[in-house]
């Protein structure tokens, strides 16, 4: 690890850097959640209430990161959560973190609300697996066009979100004001949308546009259009977990969609066991929300996430220095979870299990 | 939802709007609760120990906040809490606030001490279902007028209180002054009283005028006065609800008073499964304090309230801009339910069950 | 209630007006517990583990605050803590505080480290049961002489503490100076000690000198002087509580000595439970420490003690203005008790009984 | 207990006079941890969550501190834990802590990673019991040297660490530069390393070099060495105590290094009570994490340590006078254990028992 010119030191400096960097309206765009932002809280609350248990002389010559998420082995257990609009953090937008994180051989996966057309994400960055999140468009046959383009250019999953039939009340971004994400263009063409941004009122009923009547029938459906393996992302239950099976996903993330829609939803963290629990061998499950540092990365592993998703922090270090913060940041947070896994006696991926970690119980004042 | 010359833009800017329009003296009197607040503190924190399960792909293209209460469908499951006084908030007093739950569908419960006659609120505001708050008087012959008052312009149910046969220990209104709350003229007559102030000490007894020596029997005596419905408001015990059910009550509202009467008193959400298994199917339950968010509301009603009793906010939007600002609040509300139920997968009031909430244990330091 | 020119209006007001009043030494006197005032904390976040469950429709048009206390009959169910040097607080020193609690008829305690004589707070205050609070001396003979002269005075009980074989490392008093405690005269000889401040070391060995020796017995030496009752102060566990009533004991005062002596002490009420069910019907059980408001003394009567100790409020009453700001306290305390005994549906202390408390868990970040 | 000239008047003082006395980047390497300090506030925090139950009128004349370890009796239960670089605190370095450990008779200490020579330490200070604490060095034969300069010198026992395969992730060190800890001379030898700093990189793998390599059998080999007693620091499972007492360990230190290697690693208390039951009589147990005061000592007893090691106090003692700053850390502690001891009602060592103390439960907000 060598100094460097990315603004930020440590992992622990990177928020502050990228702070400095953004203007108010953009950090807002960042950092707001719903409402009382309870459930962004809660996210990073839960890992507190969890501790590791290291192991000692377990011969640690050798850390090995390799994680295989969908039957490829990327270099680390965590990947790029999807974010909107990258290039309102910086010029390169998501083609800077595609590179960064393509020459990390980190996963990533990239947004229906890019800035940049996904085609100009796939051909910009090096030939590397990635995602393609998917929001469900009002009308089907939109659906369809941005599987389609996303399957041509190489993206190697469609990850459909289902926690957005409507935006959520994102108060401290209506309090900074709507003029950026208005602002910002939409690679993926003007007509997309992640969602109506509210319903409409008729006396007591509140009615929203399609997609919002999509019923789990509608993953058969997108299943349909594509052979990339499908996942369903914004599971916090093992009811939803079940049904994302019986409907032929591949992968399950647990996300709240880092705190920004229902306030109040339980964190991912406290969602996982019961998903893990739920899906056993017939998926894969990821979890998004709160995850920052090595020792996170270890807690949602040993809960049994296969990997985490990362999403603020790659903003911050998007902020920082485009590709270079990114890549900075991949850095760093690999070489800290390969000394927190050495330390901790672990030394593969698979060796992160149950037992590395136990529940806490909170202080009197 | 438009932007708002009312002065807050989200529901989390209402609080501070209001600040900024009431002087010192008359926030303490809205704000503050009995001694050292811990029971204004407790309603709020109650609602934090619960986290919400949401549901994916629910088809959630209509959402129908519609709220039978009491055989009455209502646009929202929120009403007005009683409180006292509103012509102090804002010159237009109750009327503005029964003009704004009138326009909006909202049920609305007004106070005993209402800064303009009973009369005067249900003349001016258009029909519409309201309940009377009625605090038992010195005198049975003028709780008796009160209650054939409020029958005569119509009112459409009795709401009785029980937590005040004295007032509670304010120590924030007493530092503050208490000019105001003698400088307010009471609509309903100048003998109308909300309860003795404090208790007439004999050595160490303390003695107390009616109607403090009331016992549940004063109950069958009210509701013999009047064909109306009658509920029973300040319950926090499965006892008292079952007592409440035995006298004849058609509604519970699990109160504490907003905080303001036995500082210490368990918070109201915490109350509130106790009674709702007390009662059953004899009476609907309804619960106020600490109510301020869409989440807020999803996590009582799963908890088996049927309504829920908005206070303080309710004064909050009152002093932001009289009867546009109650309105814009429950536009405001109104729409972060929906969404909120929307997010969760819930289409109805109806199926915000026990399955949408779970409880979350503390987190270290 | 009147107003008053004692410096508070309310119970809340009262420890910022004593704060006005003294100087930083005295402030830190009155104030500092043992070492990191873990203890001084915890006795009063224990308060805050309960909530109440109020009773409605009870009949409280008379509320009866007389509490039987070793067979006399008081007028409040709390009593002045015995604590030392009054004198330092205010020129009249204890017999303000006698005068005041004999004029309330409210039981008062006092130190063998009382700045005047304990004959002059018998003999300047009007008769009245009081109780004189006994160190044992390095000598039992004056340990004795206390004894027969608090009995010869008209003191009604002798009570025994049993928590300082040696100061406690008091910090806060250290890091202020020590000359307070130097300067004030103690009242009953100038022979007369708490204890000694700290040990002699000998290589690993720590030696303290009589009475530090004492041993249970010591307790039926004591009452062996007296035809008066005995009670035991600075009992915490239910195996103390029994070898208190083997011994005689008339009453156990559940104590930390305010957290002054052992830093790390469990909270009164965190120990009150235990002992109450260890002590049955064999003696009255009594607690101080953290008590500060009517709502607390509802919870520690509640869980078992028979009456409760005020020990730093009493120093900051009579701060603000001697007898007078004593008086104005003990006024204030008791309406607001009544006040809560009302609300909460209990007439009498006998009523105030385990059902009127429920344990509350702590609520996430 | 005198005053003193060293800058702190209590053991509460002790910090804030180190902090006016060291640099920013010194006071950063004294008091930082790994990554987000997680576990250096746990370590603390562990603490609260456990009270004192007292015992009253226990005959403590004679409070005796004397403590076996392993067969030594030492003037207290607390000994110094091995800390690096002592010579950038103070010009004395180690020789000053060995000294005033020694005049204490207290068992002290000394790291790999000394600024003096261990031959320095040894001889300028006078025969008394210290430890060598063993970092393995890549080459086995560096280590087998440190052994046999340290058996040679009289050290009196070998204490190898486990948990630093690898350097952990200290932010704050590293925010504040590293130039310390490279222009620190290494008093054992140029070659002398605590761990490599990070691993090597190639692609997922991460690469340590030797001693990263180590297994328990590393535990055999040292073991053979010398005919001192090996005692095996880093332990914070049952599972890891298990494996240390099968290589032979005659003590065990529940360690996590003070916070400074794997940032979630569980609290040293938390640790204690499965590792005292795993080990049994076949080996005494040790904690250093987070002791401060004397009730730390009791509680950390009480839940079965035989004895406690301190780290940062040291440090900030020795930055307050070198020598006499130690030497007064140690009365004063002393003198508050026996202090404690006394109130506790516990005369010995062997009288601290698990009836000393209880587990506390959070309180509300």
């Known amino acids: 690890v060598t100094d460097s010119d990315e603004g930020f030191r440590t992992l622990g400096d990177l928020e502050a850097a990228a702070r400095r960097k953004l203007t108010d309206p953009l950090w807002d765009l960042v950092e707001g959640g719903a409402g009382e932002e309870r459930t962004v809280e809660a996210n990073r609350a839960a890992f507190r209430r969890y501790a590791l248990r290291p192991r000692a002389f377990a011969d640690v010559s050798s850390v090995d990161l390799a994680a295989p998420i969908l039957g490829?082995?990327?270099d680390a257990p965590f990947f790029v959560?999807?974010?909107?609009?990258q290039g309102s953090i910086h010029p390169d937008g998501e083609v800077?973190?595609?590179?960064a994180a393509a020459a990390a051989h980190v996963l990533s996966v990239f947004s229906t609300v890019s800035t940049l057309p996904l085609e100009r994400i796939a051909g910009d960055a090096p030939a590397f697996p990635r995602w393609f999140q998917l929001?469900?468009?009002?009308?089907?046959?939109?659906?369809?066009?941005?599987v389609r383009?996303?399957?041509a250019v190489g993206f190697t999953a469609i990850v459909l979100t289902t926690d957005?039939?409507?935006?959520?009340?994102?108060d401290r971004q209506y309090r900074s004001g709507l003029a950026i994400d208005r602002a910002v263009p939409f690679g993926n063409g003007s007509k997309v949308i992640i969602a109506a941004r509210h319903p409409t009122a008729h006396g007591a009923t509140y009615r929203l546009p399609p997609p919002a009547d999509a019923t789990w029938e509608i993953v058969d459906r997108v299943r349909a259009l594509t052979r990339l393996p499908l996942l369903i992302k914004g599971v916090l239950t093992a009811a939803d977990a079940r049904q994302a099976i019986?409907?032929?996903?591949k992968g399950i993330v647990v996300s709240?969609?880092?705190?920004?829609?229902?306030d109040g939803a339980r964190a991912t963290l406290d969602a996982l066991p019961e998903v893990v629990d739920a899906v056993g061998t017939h998926a894969e499950v990821y979890l998004d929300g709160g995850v920052r540092r090595g020792s996170d990365i270890l807690i949602a592993l040993a809960l049994g996430a296969r990997a985490v998703g990362i999403g603020r922090p790659i903003l911050w270090a998007l902020a920082t220095g485009g590709e270079a913060g990114v890549a900075r940041y991949f850095e760093l947070l690999k070489m800290e979870l390969a000394i927190s896994m050495a330390i901790a006696g672990r030394r593969s991926i698979a060796e992160i299990d149950r037992t590395l970690v136990e529940r806490v119980s909170a202080a009197p004042s």
Chains 1, 2, 3, 4 share one sequence.
């Open 72 to 74: 490829t082995s990327f």
């Open 256 to 262: 709240n969609h880092g705190g920004r829609q229902l």
């Open 81 to 85: 959560a999807p974010t909107a609009y």
């Open 164 to 170: 957005v039939p409507v935006l959520g009340s994102r």
């Open 246 to 249: 019986v409907h032929g996903a």
């Open 149 to 151: 383009r996303a399957e």
């Open 135 to 146: 929001y469900l468009q009002p009308d089907f046959s939109a659906t369809e066009e941005l």
């Open 96 to 99: 800077a973190t595609a590179r």
